[in-house]
């Protein structure tokens, strides 16, 4: 582009690289290359990639790499000005948007038009002690931490005389068995089943325990699937509790809503998630703290500004009177949709209203099984594994990134995981008040 395109180009700021932001940020791009329209993409993402969340699970667990789930922006989106720095603020009347970049320098983006995608945080309850004690999965620096945190407090165990705090050690109790909490227990139990192999003792003094207010595990994939998913957890020795949440935490234990006590030092929650909170700070709409858009994914009243994915609430066409859930799915083809209505609103093409009906869900159980329910056929154990694993290498949007969870998938045939814990997060940063930072 030349010094006098540029300037004359409509200004298009995109907040958020997640799956919404990166693929608006693609399309725009392309299609605006396509069809000559005079548009410069400026992406604003506190993390310069786009992180592949639904393999969060493998990464705790020690299957996966995190650099295989991160999505380099820089080197998949020719065309966009990345910008590594959170945005704090947004100025609606004036148009720019106030980030915090590395190094903490403030500064501004101005805009023409603007793309909300911030995702979303996970949602806390107010059960005593659940922030200061319990971890996330929302983040590869909190994949990170569960997989050193369990490695760690397996080998802990190993050396203490006192089999009461050799059991602490050995809990690990994780919240929400929705596909992000039930995956996890999978593959931590697969993890902690490799070092009680490798260390020689039971697998089964290490104890999982999994709790939902739900009345079955993963409901997203049907009755028949659910009790599949339920079946396999309890033979894995997960002990899975339903209907049952969280009294309070503690450094050391919990207290179950049925009053029983837990010893342990590992609590993960994984019981949803809510809009970024980014969105409060706008002064504008919105519903379950989501920011309101229309069907085209424009904010009422602000023509120039959209959002998308699990910062806002989109109407969801296919069931009148509620909104789409916050999944990948929609984010990336509220993405698509994003950039199809940007480009209408500057001239480009016509805008269509948001539709997108459900296409089921994959979900990785950990060792030889998984449940899938691709367009409504139900599959589960070793065919379920090939469509989830092939959804996954097909979804993740670079050659290299794919190439490298494929070699993992291979490796993980033949070869055990390796039981390496770094140490390189602390406690701190793994802690909920780091998310949306
Ligand atoms: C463990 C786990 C497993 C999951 N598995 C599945 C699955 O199997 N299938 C499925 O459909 N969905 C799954 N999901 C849900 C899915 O990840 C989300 O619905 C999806 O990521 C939402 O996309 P998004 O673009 O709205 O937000 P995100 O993907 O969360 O991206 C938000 C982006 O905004 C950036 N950001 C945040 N705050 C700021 C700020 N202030 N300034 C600048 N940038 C900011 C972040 O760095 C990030 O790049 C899973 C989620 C988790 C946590």
Redesign the pocket.
Request: charged letters at 10%; a negative charge; aromatic letters at 8%.
């Given at each position: 582009m030349t010094t006098d395109s540029l300037s004359n180009a409509v200004r298009v700021v995109i907040?958020?690289?997640?799956?919404?932001?990166?693929?608006a940020a693609e399309q725009i791009t392309r299609k605006a290359k396509k069809s000559n329209t005079n548009v410069a993409v400026t992406l604003?993402?506190?993390?310069d990639?786009?992180?592949?969340?639904?393999?969060?699970?493998e990464v705790a667990g020690g299957l996966l790499d995190p650099r295989f789930v991160a999505v380099p922006l820089n080197q998949t989106l020719p065309g966009v000005d990345v910008i590594a720095?959170?945005?704090?603020s947004v100025d609606l009347d004036g148009k720019q948007v106030q980030?915090v970049g590395r190094g903490g320098e403030t500064a501004v983006v101005p805009w023409d038009r603007l793309v909300l995608?911030?995702?979303?945080?996970?949602r806390l309850f107010d059960i005593p002690g659940l922030r200061e004690h319990a971890l996330?999965?929302?983040?590869t620096t909190e994949?990170l931490y569960l997989r050193d945190q369990l490695l760690r407090e397996l080998e802990l165990a190993s050396q203490t005389e006192d089999s009461a705090l050799a059991e602490q050690h050995r809990t690990v109790v994780i919240v929400g068995a929705s596909?992000?909490g039930t995956?996890?227990v999978s593959q931590m139990r697969a993890l902690a089943d490799e070092v009680a192999e490798k260390r020689h003792f039971d697998p089964s003094s290490v104890r999982f325990v999994l709790l939902d207010v739900a009345k079955q595990v993963m409901p997203e994939v049907g009755d028949k699937l659910s009790h599949k998913v339920l079946d396999v957890l309890r033979e894995r020795g997960i002990d899975v509790r339903l209907e049952t949440s969280l009294e309070s935490v503690s450094a050391d234990h919990v207290v179950l809503t049925d009053g029983t006590r837990v010893p342990t030092r590992t609590v993960v929650w994984?019981a949803g998630?809510t809009a970024?909170?980014?969105i409060a700070t706008l002064g504008l709409p919105t519903e379950k703290g989501r920011l309101k858009v229309g069907t085209d994914l424009a904010v009422d009243g602000h023509p120039d500004v959209f959002a998308?994915?699990?910062?806002?609430a989109v109407p969801d066409l296919t069931e009148p009177g509620s909104v789409t859930?916050?999944?990948?799915?929609?984010?990336?083809r509220?993405?698509k949709a994003l950039a199809r209505n940007v480009l209408a609103s500057v001239g480009t093409g016509t805008a269509k209203p948001y539709k997108h009906s459900n296409l089921g869900?994959?979900?990785d159980l950990g060792p030889g099984f998984a449940v899938a329910n691709p367009v409504g056929v139900h599959l589960s154990g070793l065919p379920a594994k090939a469509v989830t694993r092939g959804y996954h290498l097909f979804s993740l949007p670079r050659g290299v990134n794919r190439w490298a969870v494929a070699m993992g998938y291979v490796t993980d045939v033949f070869a055990d995981r390796s039981l390496v814990s770094f140490g390189t997060v602390t406690g701190d940063e793994a802690k909920f008040y780091a998310q949306?930072?």
């Open positions: 907040v958020g690289a997640g799956f919404a932001g990166f693929e604003v993402s506190a993390d990639f786009m992180l592949y969340t639904p393999l969060l699970p720095g959170r945005v704090e980030y995608t911030p995702g979303s945080v996970t996330g999965l929302k983040s994949a596909y992000a995956e996890l994984a998630v970024n909170p980014l998308a994915g699990d910062a806002a859930p916050p999944t990948a799915q929609h984010a990336i509220q993405g869900l994959v979900v949306g930072r």
